[in-house]
């Protein structure tokens, strides 16, 4: 095993988001996920099957996307 690989360090994700509702049937919400902007750990090769891994990491365990925001409106009638 190669030293990329022989362990990964925790990676923590903070997501902030708010919504509020005006009238009483329509709500706002807004947010941002990974807000510190963290990269996913890379592994090497060696560790890296084509159907566990994709861009060198694992993106169904680690973020791969990087910062983003959101932003939604819903009318309930």
Do not use: W
């Not at 923590?12 to 009483?24: E, P, R, V």
């Not at 566990?52 to 993106?59: A, E």
């Amino acid at each position: 095993m190669f030293p990329t690989d022989a362990k990964f360090d925790a990676v923590n994700y903070l997501d902030l988001a708010a919504s509020y509702t005006f009238h009483g049937n329509i709500t706002a919400r807004l947010g941002i996920n990974n807000l510190t902007d963290e990269d996913p750990p890379i592994t090497g090769q060696s560790s890296c099957p084509s159907t566990l891994c994709n861009g060198n990491t694992f993106p169904q365990v680690y973020d791969t996307l990087g910062r983003y925001g959101f932003v939604s409106v819903t009318a309930d009638f």
